[in-house]
């Protein structure tokens, strides 16, 4: 089998998965079974392998179109799809190292959390339908890495979209997840319009959709107007990589299932818009207005997601904020002209992120409760959780880029790039914008450690009663952590051989952004150490509502319910009223501020949604009042017309005759009137 004959079976394979799990995976319903039971039935046996094994197989699959690609030149061919009578669209493929390898991390963290559910949901009678999302999910991700066309990489693009609509919303019965999937649907579509007219700016501009051919006409003529359309393909990667000002969806999306976070933060939809300004970027190199403005993008997004992290009080928000910041870290790699560095933390922060979200599952059900404040107030948790313990504990470190992880590496490669345009040694790289990565990127990693130590306490050092057993945790689940682990530790040390597969740039962290970006994140950590030794004292003296579910709740349940109760026991669902919390004393008066994620929100909702509403009143107030009244009263005016007409119709032959002779009588009165006065 080609490599191209592979490479089309790798999005392929989990498409059919997803087609034949929406047919196949609804379980027969009879007429004559009550509801209760139809609801009670779990899925057919089949739905399980069919979700997992057209996953693996493509994993499997991506695999093996990495090897066979290698450092080698780009494998780009094409057929064309359609003729436009102007600019033709392409089934194209383009692989190179980049898409190889995130192709491959596609796979696994796909494989991964399909492996997941199949005990994380066992007992949810919607798995079929979410199994099969899932599948359409990584299908779209995966024809996005490996096209060369940009129209079909459109297709992939708002697939995507749809599905996280559906996934995220899973637990449709909570207002949370109603909310959280239509915020995340429209705030990415708000996006996704801007990117629209900059790539029809784009194809206008070059004269083809496909990405060699742009990137060709870049390199040879350059662009018209490049700074228009970087700007305008920069709102829909803004949208879809939860980037400042579009970043507000990703938090709330936690309302969702545990595996849907890991595979939406991990491995697609906000990857998607990273991956492709790597693809594109001497389109945003030709611009270098484009290039700040992606810098100081990339700089708001890391300060202020992990000053948010910092504050949040439910597990998964403050993993949520981790990935917004994260990210900015790639943008910021992006934004200094080095897409080698940027794809590296996509790929290392992939294997981490994936790890952190899934051993959160892992702790929400033995916690019974998904806030830090509670589970600060129960003690034993680690040891009813070892693998997640253990494995959390590595992929905080990794997070905290402390060597020798797959973090440190890959995020002192952003730093090093940093450095090098900030000292003018990056060719058409505005200096400005390397010292804004740079700085903001150090400050970052102190807050980013501040943040993950903050977490690890807090969940596993709690003191108080008993963490309560719920028995111990499916199979698929902690091995999937293990699975996770490897890559977590061991990926960095592939950073020597990185470059073959890239642009040839050396990955290798250099000595002086080494040693800053360490130092400060052991100064985090140990800051927020104290601080919790300060603060734990008060865990005990200051009871919360910790919100335990039954013991033989399923994982789906557990966290469903933990996401349903959290509100009302704390009366906000990103954080807590307590003191013993380091993040407080370490934030002080920013912290209201920093768990409200500094408002923005409330200032969306006075920009843009109160005065829609209000419009919308006013439209309908006018359809109602206005229109509707001129629509009845053309009805109303013949029918009272009619009304009187019909009252003369009564069918009496004196009163039709009285009423022709006074009728006669006055058309000869008018008739004499006349004609006297025209005699006159």
Aim: proline share 6%; with cysteine.
């Amino acid at each position: 089998m080609t490599l191209t004959t592979t490479a089309v079976l790798v999005p392929l394979l989990p498409f059919l998965g997803a087609v034949a799990g929406l047919l196949l995976g609804r379980p027969p319903v009879s007429r004559h079974r009550p509801e209760e039971l139809r609801t009670a039935l779990h899925a057919p046996g089949f739905v399980r392998p069919l979700a997992v094994l057209p996953t693996l197989a493509a994993a499997v699959l991506t695999v093996a179109v990495a090897v066979g690609q290698g450092g080698g030149p780009a494998t780009d061919v094409a057929t064309r799809l359609t003729p436009t009578g102007s600019l033709p669209i392409d089934l194209a493929l383009h692989i190179d190292g980049f898409a190889a390898l995130i192709a491959v991390l596609v796979g696994v963290v796909a494989t991964c959390v399909q492996i997941y559910s199949t005990a994380y949901l066992r007992d949810d009678p919607r798995y079929p339908s979410y199994a099969a999302l899932v599948s359409l999910f990584t299908s779209a991700m995966l024809l996005v890495v490996y096209t060369g066309d940009l129209m079909v990489l459109l297709v992939g693009w708002e697939v995507m979209g749809i599905c996280s609509y559906f996934l995220v919303g899973h637990y449709w019965e909570t207002e949370a997840a109603r909310a959280a999937s239509l915020k995340a649907f429209l705030v990415t579509k708000l996006g996704d319009v801007p990117f629209l007219f900059g790539i029809f700016a784009l194809a206008a501009d070059t004269g083809t959709f496909r990405i060699t051919g742009i990137l060709g006409h870049v390199a040879r003529d350059g662009l018209h107007h490049p700074t228009l359309i970087a700007l305008l393909l920069l709102a829909g990667v803004a949208g879809k990589s939860a980037q400042f000002p579009l970043h507000t969806w990703l938090p709330d999306a936690m309302a969702g299932p545990t595996p849907v976070s890991a595979l939406i933060h991990a491995a697609t939809m906000v990857a998607a818009g990273v991956y492709l300004v790597a693809r594109l970027l001497p389109v945003f190199a030709a611009s270098a207005a484009a290039l700040v403005v992606l810098a100081v993008l990339a700089a708001v997004t890391m300060v202020g997601s992990a000053l948010a992290a910092l504050a949040q009080d439910d597990i998964k928000r403050v993993l949520a904020y981790s990935t917004v910041g994260q990210l900015g870290y790639m943008t910021g790699a992006l934004a200094v002209g080095n897409r080698g560095a940027a794809v590296f933390h996509l790929l290392s922060h992939g294997a981490f992120k994936a790890l952190l979200f899934l051993g959160a599952g892992v702790v929400i059900h033995a916690a019974g409760t998904n806030s830090l404040a509670a589970m600060s107030r129960m003690g034993g948790l680690a040891r009813r959780v070892p693998d997640a313990a253990w494995t959390l504990a590595v992929a905080l470190l990794a997070l905290a880029a402390i060597p020798p992880f797959a973090g440190f590496f890959s995020k002192e490669a952003v730093l090093g790039a940093a450095e090098h345009a900030a000292t003018g040694h990056a060719a058409g790289i505005p200096g400005v914008a390397g010292w804004t990565v740079l700085i903001s990127g150090l400050l970052t990693a102190l807050l980013t450690a501040a943040y993950a130590t903050r977490l690890w306490l807090l969940t596993f050092c709690g003191t108080g009663p008993e963490t309560p057993d719920h028995g111990p945790q499916p199979r698929a689940m902690t091995a999937v952590l293990w699975v996770l682990f490897i890559p977590t530790v061991g990926f960095g040390l592939t950073a020597p051989l990185l470059p073959a597969w890239f642009d040839g740039r050396s990955l290798t962290p250099t000595l002086t952004t080494s040693v800053l970006g360490t130092g400060v994140a052991l100064v985090g950590g140990l800051i927020t150490y104290a601080a919790w030794r300060h603060t734990s004292a008060l865990a005990t003296r200051t009871p919360l509502g910790a919100v335990a579910v039954a013991e033989d709740a399923s994982p789906a349940l557990a966290e469903e319910l933990a996401i349903v109760t959290h509100p009302p026991a704390y009366g906000d669902a990103a954080g807590a009223p307590d003191p013993a919390d380091p993040g407080r004393l370490l934030l002080g008066p920013l912290h209201r501020h920093a768990a409200a994620g500094f408002h923005l929100d409330a200032v969306y909702s006075a920009l843009f949604v109160r005065p829609t509403r209000a419009a919308a009143t006013l439209v309908r107030f006018l359809d109602r009042a206005v229109v509707d009244t001129y629509v009845s009263g053309a009805g109303t005016a013949p029918r009272w017309l009619g009304a009187a007409v019909r009252r003369a119709q009564t069918g009496n032959v004196q009163t039709y005759l009285g009423a022709l002779l006074v009728g006669a009588l006055v058309l000869g009165i008018a008739a004499v009137l006349v004609a006297t006065g025209t005699g006159a």
